[in-house]
């Protein structure tokens, strides 16, 4: 089984829908289950398996069967009855929902920028540019607050990055007005994610990936998905320290009437 391809199961239940209302919240749960069924057609395409059943996908990369129909229920009808769903076709059909298919000419890329290259998070992102792109992210620019001040209209690059230009924090507002992401990455150090947040949303940013293990206030209609490692690691540790608790032995006291 692809670890991969392991995720969490939501644990409340409802009827599946078949097909998605316009006015319909799908949970964060269900979206980022779908990338992940996303990647896992990617594989049985590669092994160029032609059609799967839910019972099958599930079972092959530790899924949920039930949750596996009930997610793609909401936005559509997506399986062939009596030979399950046809792999390419659902791959594609995903790429549509989550915003990743253009028309004939293979992927959309999303135009993304980090910011925050000089922290260690920061320059060890910059270095996933490639398999970003395999994925439909296109790094167009990174910022550094400690990077040299280059030329205007010119860039910094490095072998270690190929051709992605870095720039200092201070040409955050020139580079993005010339080129507009799409995604703003955020990496930098805690006490500088707020103003920078404010900085994006001011130049129109509407979509931030957060790695700064701090809170942002942005207006509602900017999207911020967190990536806390420390609130990651600390929801392991829960489960360590329970699981730990359930095998002790019971002591006297719990063993007397």
């Known amino acids: 089984m692809s670890e991969r391809c392991r995720l969490p199961v939501e644990t409340a239940s409802c009827n599946p829908r ?35 059943s839910s019972k099958d996908f599930a079972a092959r990369f530790g899924l949920n069967s039930a949750q596996v129909r009930k997610d793609l229920a909401y936005f559509g009808e997506f399986g062939i009855r009596g030979m399950g769903y046809p792999v390419k076709t659902l791959k594609q059909q995903l790429l549509n929902i989550l915003g990743l298919a253009e028309s004939s000419a293979g992927e959309k890329r999303w135009k993304t920028i980090i910011i925050g290259t000089a922290t260690h998070l920061g320059a060890g992102l910059l270095h996933q540019h490639e398999t970003l792109r395999t994925h439909g992210f296109e790094m167009i620019a990174a910022f550094a607050s400690s990077a040299p001040s280059p030329d205007a209209g010119s860039a910094i690059t490095s072998p270690e990055t190929s051709a992605i230009p870095l720039y200092p924090l201070n040409q955050l507002e020139t580079i993005i007005a010339a080129d507009p992401p799409d995604i703003a990455m955020l990496a930098t150090a805690e006490d500088q994610a707020q103003e920078i ?33 420390i609130a990651e690691l600390q929801s392991l540790t829960y489960h ?10 019971p002591s006297d006291e719990e063993k007397s009437p």
């Open 18 to 52: 078949k097909i998605m209302k316009a006015d319909e919240r799908i949970s964060e749960f269900t979206i980022y289950r779908l990338s992940i069924y996303k990647r896992c057609l990617e594989e049985l395409e590669h092994e160029q398996i032609k059609t799967i």
């Open 197 to 229: 947040a404010n900085r994006l949303v001011t130049l129109g940013i509407q979509a931030i990936l957060n790695f700064v293990p701090v809170q942002l206030l942005v207006p509602s209609h900017v999207k911020v998905r967190a990536v806390d490692l």
């Open 240 to 249: 360590l320290h329970h699981q730990a608790q359930e095998k002790q032995p």
